[in-house]
Each structure stands twice: as C-alpha cells, then as structure tokens.
C-alpha cells in the first residue's frame, strides 16, 4: 500500500496548447466569471467548489493528515489551513465567513472544543463534532474527466470555456502523493479589479484563481489554492491573510483594484515572513519589459529615447512604470480614467502623486489622444477599445502596441496594423505575441520560494525580463514573435534557478 505523504494540486485538463490554455485561462475563463457574477449559485457549477472543502486547525500536520484522509476515503478536495495558537474566537469568525465562498464546507472537528460556541454566518456546513455520513453532510460532489474530448465542445473561445468548466467542475482537483510537498501558494483575491469586468466580487473571481493554480501545476510542478476573499476591507483582508499565514508558501495577490493593492500588499510584505507579489503588477511588468526589449532591438530603438505611452495608471500601469524606469527609459506618460498624470493633479492619489513625479518629464496634459502623438510605444493596461486606428496613425514611425486589456483588447491587432502599427502584441493566446503573466508568475515564486527570499525588488524583477527576452534567438525574432510561448517549459525552471542562485536570502 502506498504511504502518502501530501496533496498536490493538479489541473482537471491538461494544457499543452494555446487552444487548452484560452479555456482554462484567458480569454475564455472571463465567461464563467460573469455568469457566476450574475448568478452566484453557478459557483457551484463553474468552479470545483462542490468538491472543496477546508481542514481548519491550529497544528498543520494535523490538518494535512484529516485532508489527505477525506481525499482517500471520499475523493474529496480538501485543503489544509492552520491558524495562529493565539487567535481570538472573533478573528476565527471573521476569517471563516471571508473564506467559506471558495468551498463547499468548513471542517472545524479538530478545533471542536474552541469553536463549540461560536456561531458562523455562512451559507455552507460547518463540521464542529463528528457525523455518521460526512460525505452527505459536507455534500461533496467529485466529477472525474478523464474521458473528457475538449474537440467536441461547440462554439467560440467563451462559450468553450463555458462548457469545459461545466463539465469538469472547474479546472482544478487535488491528488494523494508518496512525497513530501511544499506548501501551496495561495491566489488571493478580493474581486475588486478581475480580468477587464471590474469589481465583480470574490465569487466571481475564482475561476481565474482556479485557472492560476492549474497553470502552477503546469509549469513547475508546484501547488496552489484559490483563496478568494468575501470582504473589500483591506483591513480586514490583510487580517484574513495573516490569520492562515503558515498555511502557505507564498501569497499570490490577483485582481485587486488599486489604490487598495498597494497597500495590502505594502503591509503584508511587512508582516509576513513568506514572500508576497501582487501578480497585476509585477508579474505583468516584468513581461511587459521582456517583450519591449525585443519589440524595441526590431525596431532598431533605445529604451531610454522612446516616448511611451501607458493607458491605465492602476496596479499595472503603476509597476510597469516603474520597472521601465529602473530599466532606463526617461520619457513615460500615464493616462487614466481622469486623463493623463502629471504632478499635482487633483485627482492624484498618494502613489499616483509619487509616479507623476518620476513621469511626464514636460508635464503634458490633456488626454490618450493628445499624448499619444509622436509616441513610439503604447501600452495599454486599460480596457477594451480606447486606442484607435487615428491615434496609431499619429504615432512615431514603426510604433509599437501592446494592447494587453483582456478579454477586450485596447484595439485588435488588424486595426492596429491597418494603421500601420510596426507590432503589436495583446493580452490573448489567440493572437501572435501574446503578452501573458504565465511566462513570469510560476517561475517567479518558485525562485523565490526554492531560495526562501521574502523581499522582492526591481533588481530582481529586472533580471527575470532580460532572461525571457534572450529566450528568443536572434534568428528567431520577428515582428510576430517577441516573446517566447507561454507554454514554455523550460523558462520557469530557469528563472527559478537564476532567482534562488542570484539573489537567496
């Protein structure tokens, strides 16, 4: 008989290609979160939240070894989560009530005595004493797909989606190993900023948190957990967090609107002694980089002559400035909602303020339209249609666009070149030159975990793009591949590598 040691986080459905990877993940997992974000009892078809359960306990051991036990017994996914010694019973409370969307039941039988009196207001079963049945009592529902054709399903890219999460129940399952595992990282996320929808809730959001954690399992073997949380109360969310500090690796923050972003994940970073990345900002900056360096060597440009452009002053806007900064460029205006950013704007806050100090060295006002002029690059952070074939058309000669907005991009690459844009890249895998997070967030923690560095910075994040733009050979680079697939298997084992070796802590 095997003796197992662990649970590992696996995908329900491989993804080998771009075709499996638009269902899993973008664009077509935006149609399950909209239909959960319509309908919040279609969590319960979409995501495998019927299978869910979490194991709450103080000893992480103990909770690991009650949910490889439901796992064995009864197929189902549990997660094993531990709280501080020390908690208060209306901090468990909190925490409980935040969490319990991402299951089907809450298990507290090896917490009893402590949790004997207090009463949870949540809409799911909460285990305090032992049952006859607990397969009926959590009400768990596995769904095997190991038969299941992903050629026969109908339709576009959404409504695909739509049915592989149908019939698989999610994207994700757990699995029993003879081996000893890493802690998983945990994909938080408050619903406030998800894909281009905006604040569509934490219940909605799981099924990219879900398509995070299949894409881990993916690249580097490693675990992960959706951990969507109900509350928009940063307090409370960076309480929440610390509460199940121990239960995890690491701290994946995803889809939190900024301001609030920064601050979660400023104050975490502090507290915690596990590393924290909002992945909507770093990981996408570090990307974004990777490719403009190549995108820039075509088009015979320096960094730090170009004029580039960025719509969205939000978490990613905000970082990718940063990072471009660090890197050398000199001439960056943002624009937002507001219009473009610039020193002592009215609607600035504290970290816009901060950026349009560093930014818009001539101090342009006005709008995306009026900055847009004589630019070599823009990248848009934003949503769906704002940049048009008549502002391309202004642009330096062989402008570059990286319209990353999903599932809508800011223009379609044919408009784009129509106008006569030199590249263009987007947020989508299925377009050429797909600029996606996936080629940075699984290598990027597993560096940092392998090398126990809780602190990460630009240096860091510098080195991690100039390691993907090489991925692509000289002979190799063209205006329609800038950067390596996003399925590429050996980039995040690499970048893991140069992270611990370069910078453990």
């Known amino acids: 008989m095997p003796q197992y040691k662990g649970l590992k986080t696996i995908p329900k459905i ?123 009592f959590f009400g768990a529902i596995a769904r095997n797909v190991f038969m299941l054709d992903i050629s026969k399903l109908k339709g576009e890219t959404k409504e695909r ?77 960076i309480k929440i967090v610390q509460i199940f500090e121990d239960s995890f690796a690491a701290i994946h923050l995803e889809d939190i609107a900024a301001p609030a972003c920064f601050d979660i994940e400023n104050e975490l970073a502090e507290i915690l002694n596990i590393p924290v990345i909002h992945d909507d900002q770093h990981c996408t900056a570090i990307i974004v980089l990777a490719g403009l360096l190549n995108a820039l060597s075509l088009a015979e440009k320096k960094l730090e002559n170009t ?23 000199k001439n960056i205006i943002l624009s937002d909602i507001n219009g473009v950013v ?60 990286f319209a990353l907005a999903n599932p809508e991009p800011e223009i379609t690459p044919d408009e784009a070149k129509k106008a006569g844009a030199f590249i263009v890249a987007t947020g989508r895998s299925d377009y050429p030159n797909q600029i996606n997070n996936l080629l940075s967030f699984p290598g990027l923690f597993k560096g940092l975990i392998d090398g126990k560095i809780n602190k990460v910075n630009n240096d860091i994040k510098l080195e991690c793009a100039i390691m993907i733009a090489s991925m692509i050979e000289e002979d190799e680079l063209t205006t329609e591949n800038i950067i390596p697939d996003a399925l590429n298997r050996v980039l995040p084992i690499k970048m893991a590598q140069i992270i611990a070796e370069k910078f453990k802590a």
């Open 14 to 136: 491989a993804v080998r290609d771009s075709e499996t990877l638009a269902l899993v993940y973008t664009p077509g997992v935006g149609a399950s979160c909209l239909k959960i974000a319509d309908t919040p009892e279609a969590a319960r078809v979409y995501t495998n939240k019927i299978n869910s359960v979490a194991v709450i306990a103080f000893d992480y051991q103990e909770a690991l070894k009650r949910a490889m036990f439901l796992k064995s017994t009864l197929l189902i996914d549990a997660y094993p989560l531990v709280v501080k010694k020390d908690l208060s019973k209306q901090d468990l409370k909190l925490a409980v009530e935040n969490i319990e969307i991402n299951f089907c039941a809450i298990d507290l039988s090896l917490m009893k005595e402590f949790v004997s009196d207090i009463e949870f207001s949540i809409d799911i079963p909460v285990l305090t004493e032992p049952v006859n049945d607990l397969k009926g």
């Open 161 to 237: 989606s739509l049915q592989l999460h149908e019939l698989a129940g999610g994207v994700i399952e757990t699995e029993l190993t003879e081996q000893e595992r890493n802690k998983p990282v945990a994909v938080v996320s408050d619903g406030t900023a998800v894909l281009g929808f905006g604040n569509i809730g934490a219940l909605a959001a799981i099924p990219v948190m879900e398509g995070k954690a299949a894409l881990y399992s993916e690249m580097t073997g490693g675990d992960s957990i959706s951990f969507c949380i109900k509350t928009q109360n940063k307090e409370e969310i």
């Open 307 to 329: 004029k580039i452009v960025i719509a969205g002053a939000g978490a990613a806007g905000n970082a990718i400035a940063k990072l471009l900064l660090h890197a050398g460029a």
């Open 342 to 401: 610039y020193k002592g704007r009215e609607s600035n806050d504290k970290y816009l303020e901060e950026l349009a100090q560093k930014t818009n060295p001539n101090n342009e006002k006005g709008t995306l339209k009026d900055v847009i002029k004589n630019a070599d690059v823009f990248i848009g952070v934003s949503k769906g249609g704002i940049l048009t074939k008549e502002m391309v058309e202004q642009m330096e000669y062989q402008p570059i666009i």
